[in-house]
């Protein structure tokens, strides 16, 4: 409850207010009440005590209510002092840690342009010698196949894995509303001002000592279609599974599979479509699927991923997911959606009837899922078209969030946040307030 709170005070500047001057006032209470101040109490509580041994001959045992009644209030006065001067301490300290991570934020927020190329994770530029991956170029079965050698999967560590088939991009089931064409184009197709994103990523407090075994892509640029400039933006998270090091690089195989298949599509692309656009998402899934399953094979170990996965592009956003990693939409005149489905046993529990929605967060089995990228089998990934509106938000988020801060807290700071890194560093903070059992990946970005 005190956690919301102080979310709540993050966000609303009259809540600050009227906290500090709330407290203010209770001071000044304390200050001019009868025995408010604690020594005051205990002057009169001593008092008390002194004329018991002349009051005891004449009243016996019931001139012990001399010593009572002070010493309650003596008591009720201390705790009060008590509570009032604890609550203050911890706001101060918040205030402290809020400006200590602003000006972090500040200081690690530009680099110069000669400097660009060190702008990498320590932790990712420590493993890059195990991280590396070459994915091959990859082709679309239903459209015109791009020409030149499809390349070969290069794994830096174990066995060479070769003559790795082109994956099927084409979902297994085709959603009916995937079948209308990219709206067509006006003449004069006025370009859409960059999303205004916001990126939250943390270790959590019980895994503070390990490796984020969570990776996020937030990219966004513009191509050229039919004579027109048209911005997109690709944004995913993929929250790793097997072990600390396994995870990570499970991960990581996911975010560079979807960056390479997505990039590479979209700027090579002839005819561009709602079925293009999922097509490739479904892809560079499929091939991050196949990628994680045979590095796990050649290493002789077990590792694999969730992942959820946005492409937003003209005013459509364009979302996969696996897993229990969520994409969620807020509009302010409905709320907050969740868009995606959890691919985890909680979810069908729920789902048969056999638990309660609220049960997810403290079922014993909610870590277990049973559909994640690098399974080694077929794998179904689920796909949806999302009509966005101007003000729209979307987010993505590991279940590092989802799992510490409920659906409702999470639509409030979305309604209540000015911008999309505001929102993201307060949910971010929120988990940790909620217990921040997991790693965190949050991404939240503005239509």
């Not at 205990?42 to 002349?54: G, K, N, T």
């Not at 705790?79 to 809020?98: D, E």
């Not at 689920?382 to 409702?408: I, K, T």
Request: aromatic share 8%; with cysteine; charged share 15%.
């Amino acid at each position: 409850m005190f956690a919301e709170f102080l979310t709540m005070y993050d966000i609303h500047r009259w809540l600050r207010y009227v906290s500090w001057l709330g407290l203010g006032l209770l001071f000044v209470f304390f200050l001019v009440a009868e025995g408010g101040l604690p020594p005051q109490s205990w002057l009169a509580l001593i008092q008390s005590v002194s004329v018991l041994p002349a009051l005891w001959p004449a009243h016996g045992i019931s001139s012990l209510t001399h010593v009572v009644n002070p010493l309650i209030w003596s008591v009720i006065w201390g705790c009060l002092w008590y509570v009032a001067l604890r609550v203050c301490k911890v706001l101060f300290q918040h205030h402290q840690q809020l400006s200590a991570q602003m000006a972090r934020q500040l200081s690690g927020s530009w680099l110069p342009a000669n400097q660009l190329s060190l702008a990498v994770s320590p932790q990712l530029h420590a493993g890059s010698d195990s991280l590396g991956i070459t994915v091959p170029r990859l082709r679309l079965p239903q459209r015109s196949p791009i020409s030149g050698d499809s390349g070969s999967l290069v794994l830096p560590r174990g066995p060479i894995v070769r003559d790795v088939a082109d994956v099927p991009t084409r979902p297994a089931v085709e959603p009916a509303r995937l079948t209308v064409p990219l709206d067509a184009l006006p003449a004069e197709y006025p370009a859409a001002l960059p999303l205004r994103v916001g990126v939250g990523w943390h270790t959590g407090l019980v895994r503070r000592d390990s490796p984020n075994e969570d990776n996020i892509v937030a990219f966004q640029g513009t191509y050229t279609y039919q004579g027109h400039l048209l911005p997109f933006g690709l944004f995913v998270v993929a929250d790793g599974m097997g072990g600390h090091a396994d995870g990570l690089l499970a991960s990581r195989i996911a975010m560079q599979s979807m960056s390479y298949t997505v990039l590479q599509n979209i700027i090579m692309g002839r005819e561009l479509s709602n079925e293009f656009f999922i097509d490739m998402l479904v892809g560079g899934v499929e091939w991050a699927n196949m990628a994680i399953f045979q590095r796990a094979q050649a290493d002789g170990t077990e590792m694999g991923t969730t992942l959820t996965a946005a492409l937003v592009i003209n005013r459509r956003a364009y979302v996969v997911n696996v897993g229990d990693s969520r994409t969620y939409l807020f509009r302010d005149s409905s709320g907050l959606t969740q868009v995606t489905r959890d691919h985890s046993l909680v979810a069908s529990l729920v789902a048969f009837g056999e638990i309660t929605p609220d049960e997810i967060y403290t079922h014993p089995e909610r870590s277990k899922i049973y559909r994640s990228v690098g399974q080694g089998e077929e794998l179904h990934i689920d796909s949806f078209v999302v009509d966005l509106q101007p003000h729209d938000r979307l987010l993505l988020c590991s279940d590092g969030l989802w799992e510490m801060v409920r659906d409702p807290a999470i639509e409030r700071v979305l309604r209540a946040s000015d911008s999309a890194p505001v929102a993201s560093d307060r949910l971010v903070q929120m988990a940790l307030r909620g217990g921040g059992c997991d790693n965190i990946s949050v991404v939240v970005l503005d239509v």
